[in-house]
């Protein structure tokens, strides 16, 4: 009996797309048929997945990147805003995300709000890999790259707890945010702010107070 899969693919690297489709098709099953679509941005994506709801023929797997343009109304700016969309207007589709994003705050954030089907770093991504997981989520598993594997390892072997706040605030400092303009991205104050750095550095054992005594810290256990 023939399966016919449905599939959505967003990127906006066209050899890239491409390099999925001929895999895809390449190793297939014998008995699957697979309709591929295309989008390279989140309006396209929107369009497309806004017309399969409408024209209830929703899909079954859908590929997406992080990094991609913004749409023109600016609802969505990222992948992971299209992918937390597509969880509620396509509840069955399965969503395997592929990024070249490895921060822990990022990938943490990813698995909490979207908790995709697959989580994939590009830069563990080969072509039978790509295949493996593909037909695994099919069959109703979970796949996580290596490199996410050892993050969340890493994370969940650690005595230390940390909410998504203190998560962000490490983020923030690891991408160079001073620690004055931390507020306008937490939406908290300045002195919650420095409370929160205090514990994190109470946690971390960070004795001489430097940010990026801190980060190297985090880093070690998986935080950063």
Same mark, same amino acid.
């Not at 997406?64 to 992918?83: F, N, Q, R």
């Given at each position: 009996?023939?399966?016919?899969?449905?599939?959505?693919?967003?990127?906006?690297?066209?050899?890239?797309?491409?390099?999925?489709?001929?895999?895809? !098709?390449?190793?297939?099953?014998?008995?699957?048929?697979?309709?591929?679509? %295309?989008?390279?941005?989140?309006?396209?994506?929107?369009?497309?997945?806004?017309?399969?709801?409408?024209?209830?023929?929703?899909?079954?797997?859908?590929?997406?990147?992080?990094?991609?343009?913004?749409?023109?109304?600016?609802?969505?700016?990222?992948?992971?805003?299209?992918?937390?969309?597509?969880?509620?207007?396509?509840?069955?589709?399965?969503?395997?995300?592929?990024?070249?994003?490895?921060?822990?705050?990022?990938?943490?954030?990813?698995?909490? /709000?979207?908790?995709?089907?697959?989580?994939?770093?590009?830069?563990?991504? /080969?072509?039978?890999?790509?295949? +493996?997981?593909? $037909?695994?989520?099919?069959?109703?598993?979970?796949?996580?790259?290596? /490199?996410?594997?050892?993050?969340?390892?890493?994370?969940?072997?650690?005595?230390?707890?940390?909410?998504?706040?203190?998560?962000?605030?490490?983020? !923030?400092? +690891? $991408?160079?945010?001073?620690?004055?303009?931390?507020?306008?991205?937490?939406? %908290?104050?300045?002195?919650?702010?420095?409370?929160?750095?205090?514990?994190?550095?109470?946690?971390?054992?960070?004795?001489?107070?430097?940010?990026?005594?801190?980060?190297? $810290?985090?880093?070690?256990?998986?935080?950063?």
């Amino acid at each position: 009996m023939i399966e016919n899969i449905k599939i959505l693919m967003i990127d906006d690297h066209p050899m890239i797309i491409e390099g999925y489709q001929n895999t895809l !098709l390449f190793t297939k099953r014998d008995n699957q048929e697979l309709d591929i679509e %295309i989008a390279n941005n989140c309006d396209e994506a929107l369009v497309a997945m806004n017309k399969a709801i409408k024209n209830n023929t929703p899909y079954d797997v859908l590929f997406v990147d992080i990094s991609l343009p913004a749409s023109t109304d600016g609802t969505m700016s990222s992948g992971e805003d299209l992918a937390e969309y597509a969880r509620k207007i396509l509840p069955n589709s399965k969503i395997i995300i592929l990024t070249m994003f490895n921060e822990a705050f990022r990938i943490h954030n990813i698995l909490k /709000t979207i908790n995709p089907e697959g989580l994939i770093i590009k830069s563990d991504l /080969t072509s039978s890999e790509l295949a +493996s997981a593909f $037909q695994k989520v099919l069959d109703g598993d979970t796949i996580y790259s290596a /490199t996410v594997k050892q993050l969340i390892r890493r994370t969940t072997s650690s005595d230390i707890v940390i909410d998504d706040k203190n998560r962000k605030i490490l983020h !923030l400092l +690891s $991408q160079g945010v001073k620690t004055k303009n931390l507020a306008s991205h937490l939406d %908290i104050s300045l002195s919650a702010i420095e409370k929160r750095k205090k514990q994190l550095r109470d946690l971390f054992e960070v004795e001489d107070g430097q940010d990026e005594t801190l980060l190297n $810290q985090a880093r070690k256990k998986g935080f950063v």
